[in-house]
T-cell receptor
Framework: DAGITQSPRHKVTETGTPVTLRCHQTENHRYMYWYRQDPGHGLRLIHYSYGVKDTDKGEVSDGYSVSRSKTEDFLLTLESATSSQTSVYFC?????????????FGPGTRLTVT | AQKITQTQPGMFVQEKEAVTLDCTYDTSDQSYGLFWYKQPSSGEMIFLIYQGSYDEQNATEGRYSLNFQKARKSANLVISASQLGDSAMYFCAMREGKLIFGTGTRLQVFP
C-alpha cells in the first residue's frame, strides 16, 4: 500500500462545468502523476509533478491543468469538461531506491461527462 | 511510432499452466526501465515486476518473471502455475523519463 487516495471515486458532471480531482499521498514522495485510461489506449500521461509547484505536461495534456501547492496533494482540473474527457483517471507516485524504480497507482476516479 | 507493443489482445491459459505475455519496446535510450502491471476487474493497477535496462539477470517476483531480451527489445512476462485469480488485464510499460504503457493483454485462466 503506497498510501495514495483519490477523491472523488466517481463523478458525473455536465459538459462545460469545471471539475477538480484530488490525489493525496501520505509518504512525501516527490514525483506524482495523473493518467487517464481509455479502452484501446492503455494509460496515457496527462501531467506530472516533480515537486511543489513544479509540474510538466504529458502526452494528453490539452484541456487539463494541475496544481501542487503541498507535497501530499496533486490536483487535476478540467476547466470546462467535455464528453471526450469521460475516462478513468489514475494518480500515481514513483519510488526510486538504488537501481530499483517502482510506480504505484491510486484506486482511480471514474469521471462521466454528459 | 508505438513505443510499447503488446500484440496479444487476449490470452487463455489453463489453471496451473505457465503463460507468457509478450511485450516489445522501442527506445534509443541506454537507460530505461520496464514494468508489468496487473489490472483486475475491480480496476486497480497492481505493480508486478520491474527490470532495469542495465540489470543482467531477469527480474523475478514469486510466480512472475520477466524474460528480458535486450537485443530483441522484448520484455515478456512469464506467469508460472497460473491461478484463477490471475485473470485480469496485464499492461507492459517502459520508463523513458516518464512511463509509457502498452494497450494491454487480457488473460483468462480457466479451470
Amino acid at each position: 500500500d503506497a498510501g495514495i487516495t483519490q477523491s472523488p471515486r466517481h463523478k458525473v458532471t455536465e459538459t462545460g462545468t469545471p471539475v477538480t480531482l484530488r490525489c493525496h499521498q501520505t509518504e512525501n514522495h516527490r514525483y506524482m502523476y495523473w493518467y487517464r485510461q481509455d479502452p484501446g489506449h492503455g494509460l496515457r500521461l496527462i501531467h506530472y509533478s516533480y515537486g511543489v509547484k513544479d509540474t510538466d505536461k504529458g502526452e494528453v495534456s490539452d484541456g487539463y491543468s494541475v496544481s501542487r501547492s503541498k507535497t501530499e496533494d496533486f490536483l487535476l482540473t478540467l476547466e470546462s469538461a467535455t464528453s471526450s474527457q469521460t475516462s478513468v483517471y489514475f494518480c500515481a507516485i514513483s519510488v526510486s531506491s538504488g537501481s530499483s524504480y517502482e510506480q504505484y497507482f491510486g484506486p482511480g476516479t471514474r469521471l462521466t461527462v454528459t | 511510432a508505438q513505443k510499447i507493443t503488446q500484440t496479444q489482445p487476449g490470452m487463455f491459459v489453463q489453471e496451473k499452466e505457465a503463460v507468457t505475455l509478450d511485450c516489445t519496446y522501442d527506445t534509443s535510450d541506454q537507460s530505461y526501465g520496464l514494468f508489468w502491471y496487473k489490472q483486475p476487474s475491480s480496476g486497480e493497477m497492481i505493480f508486478l515486476i520491474y527490470q532495469g535496462s542495465y540489470d543482467e539477470q531477469n527480474a523475478t517476483e514469486g510466480r512472475y518473471s520477466l524474460n528480458f531480451q535486450k537485443a530483441r527489445k522484448s520484455a515478456n512476462l512469464v506467469i508460472s502455475a497460473s491461478q484463477l485469480g490471475d485473470s485480469a488485464m496485464y499492461f507492459c510499460a517502459m520508463r523513458e523519463g516518464k512511463l509509457i504503457f502498452g494497450t494491454g493483454t487480457r488473460l483468462q485462466v480457466f479451470p
